[in-house]
C-alpha cells in the first residue's frame, strides 16, 4: 500500500507540473474519501495543498470530524459557511418558478440536493483560482461505476486519484497514511439530506459494490441493479453529446 500511495502522489505533482499549477485543494467533508485526498495532496505538496470545508446545514459531528481531519494531516484549510449562498440561490429558484405556476416540491428535491454539491464546486473552482491550485475530487472506483455522484458537483473536478480504488482499498489506504479511526469506520453520507446513506440510497453494501469490481458472483438481483445504475449514468463519466458535423448544403 505504501507504493501506491507514493505512486498516487508523484501522479498528482506530475499532473499538477503539467497544468502549470502551484498546488492542490480538496473539498473536506468529514468523510474517508476526502480524508484519504487530504493526506495524499499534503504528501505531493507538503507547503502548497490546501482542505476547504464549505458547510451547508451540516450537522456539529461533521465539521468535528472536518476538523479532525486537517489538523490530523497537518493540512492548511479554510472554511466557508455556503449556507445563506444556497438558501438564497434555492429560494430564488423557487419563487421564480412558482411566480410562472410552475414549481414543483417534489420533482426539485433532488435538484436542490444536487445544488449544494455544485455550489461547493464553484467554490472550489474560485478558491483554486486565487491559489493557482488545481481542484482534486474524491470519487472512488464504486461511485464511478454506479454514478454515485452530482454531475458537475462533487464530479466536476481537476484530477480523480482515487478513481481505481475500490471503497475497501480507500479504508486500507486511510489506515496506512494515519486517517482517524473515527472517520473511517463512520457510515457513507452524501449528506445530502436528513439521515441519508450511501448504502441505503444504493440498496446495497459497498462491500457488495466491491465484490462485483473485483470481478465475484454476486446477488443476482444486485447485479442488475448495478448494471442499469451504470448504464444510466454513462453521460456522466463522458463529455456532453454534440451531433456529428452536419454534411448538407
Ligand atoms: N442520458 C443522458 N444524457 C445526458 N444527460 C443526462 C442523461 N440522463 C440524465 N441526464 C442529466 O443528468 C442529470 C442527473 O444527474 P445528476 O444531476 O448528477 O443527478 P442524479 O444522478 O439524479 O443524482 C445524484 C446522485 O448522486 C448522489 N450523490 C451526489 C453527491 C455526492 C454524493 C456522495 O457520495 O457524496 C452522492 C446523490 O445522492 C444522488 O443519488 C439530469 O437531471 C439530466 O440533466
Ligand atoms: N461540507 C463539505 N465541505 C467541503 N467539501 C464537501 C463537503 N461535503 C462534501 N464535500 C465534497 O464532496 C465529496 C463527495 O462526498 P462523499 O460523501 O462521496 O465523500 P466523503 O464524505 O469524503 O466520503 P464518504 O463517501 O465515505 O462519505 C467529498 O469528498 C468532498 O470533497
Ligand atoms: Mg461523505
Known amino acids: 500500500m505504501e507504493e501506491r500511495i507514493q505512486y498516487l502522489t508523484e501522479w498528482l505533482q506530475v499532473k499538477a507540473k503539467e497544468a502549470g499549477a502551484d498546488g492542490l485543494l480538496v473539498g473536506i467533508s468529514g468523510g474517508i474519501d476526502s480524508a484519504v485526498v487530504s493526506y495524499l495532496i499534503k504528501r505531493a505538496f ?21 476538523l479532525t481531519l486537517v489538523e490530523g494531516a ?9 449556507t445563506d449562498a444556497y438558501e438564497t440561490t434555492y429560494s430564488t429558484i423557487k419563487n421564480r418558478l412558482n411566480v410562472k405556476g410552475d414549481w414543483n416540491d417534489e ?4 435538484g436542490g440536493a444536487n445544488l449544494q454539491a455544485r455550489l461547493r464546486m464553484s467554490t472550489l473552482y ?8 488545481l481542484v482534486v475530487g474524491t470519487d472512488n472506483a464504486a461511485e464511478d461505476y454506479t454514478g454515485y455522484f452530482t454531475k458537475y458537483g462533487d464530479g466536476g473536478v481537476d484530477l480523480v486519484p482515487l478513481i481505481n480504488l475500490r471503497k475497501e482499498e480507500v479504508r486500507e489506504m486511510a489506515k496506512v497514511l494515519g486517517v482517524p479511526d473515527s472517520i473511517i469506520h463512520k457510515k457513507p453520507s452524501a449528506e445530502l ?8 440510497e ?6 457488495t459494490i466491491d465484490a462485483y469490481l473485483r470481478g ?20 456522466k463519466r463522458q463529455i456532453p453529446a454534440g451531433p456529428d458535423k452536419f454534411k448538407g448544403a
Open 46 to 66: 507538503p507547503n502548497q495543498s490546501l482542505g476547504v470545508i464549505l458547510p451547508i446545514d451540516q450537522g456539529v459531528e461533521d465539521q468535528t470530524d472536518a
Open 126 to 133: 474560485a478558491v483554486g483560482n486565487n491559489y493557482n491550485y
Open 202 to 207: 444504493l440498496g446495497m453494501s459497498y462491500d
Open 107 to 110: 420533482k426539485s428535491q433532488l
Open 216 to 235: 465475484e458472483t454476486i446477488d443476482p438481483e444486485d447485479e442488475r441493479n448495478l448494471k442499469e445504475r451504470h448504464e444510466k449514468t454513462a453521460h
Open 193 to 200: 439530506w436528513e439521515g441519508q446513506t450511501d448504502e441505503e
Open 74 to 82: 497537518d493540512l492548511d484549510y479554510v472554511g466557508i459557511e455556503l
